[in-house]
């Protein structure tokens, strides 16, 4: 048993005068239980402070077919989450004189067949998502089954790809960019990926630090994630749908108490000295009201708390990470099934944590014309978009998109999206021309996930099957589409 584990025999005790421990016993443990009970959560929640649980609760089964209930100890997948880590050893390696962060990526990987991403894109660049870089998850990566021995195995799912903007001009999320940063570490390391991440950050807090898996065979001890199939229907094992191996972007494996374990080697300079840390979890790019992306973290305050951490989301799988450092607290939730069962978890338990007057929910961003009569906030799942900005801006540009010409996109552009010094109307149409090529047409399936602003849709591509499109937009009125990302599945 480990000591984490140990210390939930205590925590009654411990915390019987803990007021932030009775309001979440209070506010959350109801709000778990009736989200619970109707299937909406499946996984464990855990708070801690200074590395001490003093709120935990666990609900679902880690595999049905076999009986197995999960617990605190089980190992759910992270989806993005593990992006923390990949910087982190990135961080160890500038600390060492190794890498400069503001280096070209053609420093550390001179042979790269793409120049524009050796010579202008900077290490920088990746780790804040502003490389112009997109996503492996393309080019049958998912659909064939691809098994990464070596970093190098990444490169030809993206490589020959033109970037989509000029490098630190704005940010657009990107799993590539940190396939290329596991790429660098074994340049610069001299070892692979996988053992620098086991020897080198995993054994400073993990209890077992076999996190990166090989999902073909998955260990025990792990949670099957459970994903909803997009047609309807009964839930099914994820395994075929994700990553046959955990990867820099995402994928790893890890229990609530290893997180917690994590964020107390952050904070305590276990994993980075805390120049490092202050320096890779400042937040550089902003994603939307309180919030911006730092180095492979996020960055954000609520009702005057500073909290940083990550998320993930995959078929069957939901994460959330989040410290608060001047309050040495940790918050973890981690599902086996579809999001947004974690992130609404999330949110609730954030806003109790900072004392916020009423539940924090995730909403939907309105606008000055509701719809006449039916509701416009379908939950996730739904079979529609919403009849708001957001979904009428999102039909809009699938209907562009799937048109497969440069002027349809350009009418969009100009309708919907937020305008940009530094490109034309048609230069940013054209953009969208190597996606078509890849994708054909995209057809709308159903809504994954909806926030204030963002919403990802699950689509199905003429040619390259099931993927995950999401569009960013302005925090306010007339929410104009600020982002594109386009995905098998990954956020």
Known sequence: ????????????????????????????????????????????????????????????????????????????????????????????????????????????????????????????????????????????????????????????????????????????????????????????????????????????????????????RPPADVATGYAAPRAGGEARPNWEMIEPRSSPAGGAFASALDMVAFGRALWGGKLVGMDRVRQFTTGQVPMGPGIKYAFGFGDGTMNG?????????????????????????DLVVLANQDGPAATDVHFRAMGIIVGLDKPLEVTLATDDDPPAAAPSNPPAGADRLPDNQLGRRTAAFLAAYSKGTGPAMAAFLTEHAVPRADRTIEERAGQFETWYDTTGPLRFVRVVRVTASAIDVAVASAKDGPLVLTLTFEPAAPFRVQGFALEAGRR
Do not use: C
């Open 1 to 216: 048993m480990t000591p984490l584990a140990l210390a939930l025999l205590l925590v009654t005790a411990a915390t019987s005068a803990d007021s932030l421990s009775l309001r979440l016993e209070k506010e959350l443990r109801p709000y778990l239980d009736q989200r619970a009970a109707s299937g909406r959560f499946s996984g464990v929640v855990l708070v801690a402070r200074r590395g001490t649980p003093i709120f935990s609760a666990v609900y679902g089964m880690a595999d049905r077919a076999r009986g197995v209930a999960n617990t605190l100890e089980t190992r759910f997948n992270l989806g993005s989450a593990n992006k923390m880590w990949t910087a982190i050893a990135i961080a160890q390696l500038a600390e060492r004189g190794a890498i400069d962060v503001e280096a070209p990526v053609g420093r550390y990987l001179p042979d790269l067949p793409n120049a524009a991403v050796r010579e202008r894109v900077t290490i920088r660049h990746l780790l804040t998502h502003t490389s112009g870089l997109g996503s492996y998850f393309q080019n049958g990566f998912l659909r064939d089954r691809t098994y990464v021995d070596s970093m190098a195995d990444f490169l030809p799912f993206f490589i020959r790809d033109s970037l989509a903007f000029e490098p630190g001009s704005r940010m657009g999320y990107s799993n590539a960019g940190f396939a290329l940063l596991g790429l660098i570490i074994e340049r610069v390391a001299k070892m692979s990926y996988y053992e620098y991440m086991r020897t080198q950050v995993l054994a400073r807090f993990a209890p077992r630090n076999d996190a990166f898996i090989d999902a073909r």
């Open 305 to 329: 708390w500073r909290h940083v951490g990550h998320n993930g989301g995959i078929p069957g799988a939901n994460a959330e990470f989040v410290s608060f450092p001047d309050h040495d607290i």
